[in-house]
T-cell receptor
Framework: GQNIDQPTEMTATEGAIVQINCTYQTSGFNGLFWYQQHAGEAPTFLSYNVLDGLEEKGRFSSFLSRSKGYSYLLLKELQMKDSASYLCAVRSLALTGANNLFFGTGTRLTVIP | DTGVSQDPRHKITKRGQNVTFRCDPISEHNRLYWYRQTLGQGPEFLTYFQNEAQLEKSRLLSDRFSAERPKGSFSTLEIQRTEQGDSAMYLC??????????FGPGTRLTVL
């Protein structure tokens, strides 16, 4: 089966750096995704890691350690518009090759002035 | 075509009625996924199509739910005899081969 854990809520200050952690247990691991979701909207893709290490994309970076079943999303120079839920999702290679995504419950980030 | 589209965006129905949702994926994407999301939770996988073939169905997909993708392009998700527990956001996503899944805006279903 699959299990994904991430904090329910976090608060950070505008201009600061925040790290959102995600731990997972899954069979057939085939990549870890981070999505951003504003209230009432669809998830939008942020980053993807399949190998260990850090992937940087502008103000957002994501790290993966497959041996530890651990990832984090790092947001730098926080802006008010970054207030959203951040979803950690693990891709699992099913027998059908479906590469289904299994999502955590999401971390609701509130950026304060 | 700039992204995945879904119709309708909102649906209110009475318990026991049937509802049907439509998803139009990104045109060159051959893989299509349906998810359900309730408040405060992450999306939960429902079913997956590769072209017109439905290759995976979650145990969450009871026999009241059926999905089709007749020509390998758009897909429909039908819920028969709706129950209040079916109230949720129904999300569609598409991808090419094993690439990133891109989500549509979702259909919010409210069952009264």
């Amino acid at each position: 089966g699959q299990n994904i854990d991430q904090p329910t809520e976090m608060t950070a200050t505008e201009g600061a750096i925040v790290q959102i952690n995600c731990t997972y247990q899954t069979s057939g691991f085939n990549g870890l995704f981070w999505y951003q979701q504003h209230a009432g909207e669809a998830p939008t893709f942020l980053s993807y890691n399949v190998l260990d290490g850090l992937e940087e994309k502008g103000r957002f970076s994501s790290f993966l350690s497959r041996s530890k079943g651990y990832s984090y999303l790092l947001l730098k120079e926080l802006q008010m518009k970054d207030s959203a839920s951040y979803l950690c999702a693990v891709r699992s290679l099913a027998l059908t090759g479906a590469n289904n995504l299994f999502f955590g419950t999401g971390t609701r980030l509130t950026v304060i002035p | 075509d700039t992204g995945v589209s879904q119709d309708p965006r909102h649906k209110i129905t009475k318990r026991g009625q049937n509802v049907t949702f439509r998803c139009d994926p990104i045109s060159e994407h051959n893989r299509l996924y349906w998810y359900r999301q309730t408040l405060g939770q992450g999306p939960e996988f429902l079913t997956y199509f590769q072209n017109e073939a439905q290759l995976e169905k979650s145990r969450l997909l009871s026999d009241r739910f059926s999905a089709e993708r007749p020509k390998g392009s758009f897909s429909t998700l039908e819920i028969q005899r709706t129950e209040q527990g079916d109230s949720a956001m129904y999300l569609c996503a598409s991808s090419s081969t094993v690439d990133t899944q891109y989500f549509g805006p979702g259909t919010r279903l409210t069952v009264l």
